[in-house]
């Protein structure tokens, strides 16, 4: 990290000015670099707002325009996922050679041999929040001397207070947001598919409350039958009728209750498992926007770049942007796999509390027999009765979120088709072949005529 000093710069500017630097909304910064984060391509706005000239640039390492504002915690989270072949998305605020400073919300993403990053200007209500809870992160840091990984902790808590249970959560609103506050801000029409995609996580959120909500009332249910065997041991000779249909109750029930852990915990949680896919996809497919912008930026006519590595840069990003959309047609495929499996699992779980509902109301009909037994079971048979009421009812929901949601992928998938099949006769020089879909990859090949110390003015 770039230590601030009280040298000034070309420009004349303090490094502790605190300026910041004019970036407006219609621009892209762009970067590329290898897997140490060595910088091996970037446009002109990535320099005009750096301050650097390309000899002090490529060949650099990243981190020459981090601020020291920023957080430990960002960037122990951010490279997590980008090690992980995922892509991330945060808040940066960078610092110029001259010591002025501006904010990014960059998206990156892993590429073959390293990574790629395309990063826009915040505006949105997020963005402030997240500017200020920065700044108070960062002076904890410094004053408790917290280590990356103590202070990522305190970062994803604080996320988590403020209504964002996950990080790729997190992720894929603040990126969204800002998307639909650039557009409009542009002029521009909000993309179709990753408003669909904003909408479907919603109903994701919705349907896993749903399911936290039918896991507590499962729990709830379990000492019922229980309580149902010891007032029976009272009543009746071991072995009796209400005896015998308690010990069926718990039986049929310690059944359901293992089906329905199967998909709500671990890796058979159905709705996390779709509730990350469906977040990967709107994430990748507002990366991809991005890509497909710069792609269009880098072709543009441009009298100070070489030709050859400026065609060869464009490959690069165009190959990107079109496997990112083909890694959002894989996430969705799964999506609508999981979709179809979580209405199955409803379906089956309902068909076994509709057995439940059976020995239920052999239960309520033997404990009429007489006033002692009736007067002895109604209370526990009552809550018995309310509780798989809401049972019933959580799983009609449940079914019916997931329904929605299998339609809303396969509306997002008919909407995609046009640009599919677009992007199929898009194919860069050095990818996939013309008129055939660009391979299901994050890493676009290095094609030849790109060196590493390529220089690639875009705007």
Known sequence: MMQATPTTSHSGAPRDAGQEVPFEMGELVYSRTDERGILLAANDVFERLGGFDWRELIGSPHKIVRHPDMPKAFFHIFWQYLKAGEPAVGYVKNRSKDGRYYWVLA????????????????????????????ARLRRREETEK?????SAEILLARLAE????????FMSQALHEESLAR??????????????????????SDALKEQTRLVSLFDSLKLLPVNMRLIAARLEPQGGPISQISMNYKTS???????????????????GQMDIAVRRS???TNCARLHLEMARHIRKPDRGANEVERRAEHDIVLHLGQSSQTRVHVSLTEALRLAA?????????????LGLDTIRILGRVESRRDHVSEAACSATLDQIDAVQAEISESLQSLSNLAVAIQTGLSLINVARRPEVEAMAHRAPATGAAKGTPAPPSDTPPSPAGARPNDRIAAE
């Not at 993403?109 to 809870?133: K, L």
């Open 253 to 271: 029930f310690d059944n359901i209750s293992e089906k329905l852990s199967n998909f709500v915990t671990g890796e058979g949680n159905i709705c």
């Open 183 to 204: 557009d409009a801000a542009l002029g521009k029409p909000p993309d179709k598919v990753a408003t669909h995609l904003s909408g479907l996580v919603t109903a994701l």
């Open 282 to 284: 709107l994430i990748l």
């Open 146 to 150: 917290l280590s990356a990984e103590a």
């Open 341 to 353: 499996a979580l209405i199955a699992s409803a379906f089956e779980i309902r068909r076994l509390v």
């Open 107 to 134: 998206a990156a993403i892993p590429y073959d041999g390293g990574y790629f990053s395309v990063r826009m200007r915040p505006s949105s209500p997020i963005f402030h929040t997240m500017r200020a809870e920065y």
């Open 162 to 169: 403020l209504g964002y249970h996950s990080y790729p959560e």
